[in-house]
Nanobody, 112 residues
Framework: QLQASGGGLVQPGGSLKLSCVASRNIFSFNVMGWYRQDPGKQRELVASITSGGSTNYADSVMGRFTISRDISMNTVYLRMNSLKPEDTAVYYC????????WGKGILVTVSS
């Protein structure tokens, strides 16, 4: 249902852009977004966007990350700027309509 890509290794202060391609029209989901998880910790919401276009961000990424979408491509993006080592995690694309859908996790490593 959800195919995520774009992770990798980046230096502190650098940028990455994650992409999540859905197998169907993204308007069919009530909300889409990105979560991340560190080993031994709970998965946490990073950013989300509703079908109506409202966005929500974790306090820790506010002003640095931007969630957006390309409806024609059935794709949601997460632009991550000014990356910090504490942003290192496995990132998961998420969508919800009645049930939760998860993409395969992709690793983002912020390290010098």
């Amino acid at each position: 249902q959800l195919q995520a890509s774009g992770g990798g290794l980046v230096q502190p202060g650098g940028s990455l852009k994650l992409s999540c391609v859905a197998s169907r029209n993204i308007f069919s989901f009530n909300v889409m977004g990105w979560y991340r998880q560190d080993p031994g910790k709970q998965r946490e919401l990073v950013a989300s966007i509703t079908s109506g276009g409202s966005t929500n961000y974790a306090d820790s990424v506010m002003g640095r990350f931007t969630i957006s979408r390309d409806i024609s491509m059935n794709t949601v993006y997460l632009r991550m700027n000014s990356l910090k080592p504490e942003d290192t995690a496995v990132y998961y694309c998420h969508a919800r309509f009645v049930v939760d859908y998860w993409g395969k996790g992709i690793l983002v490593t912020v390290s010098s």
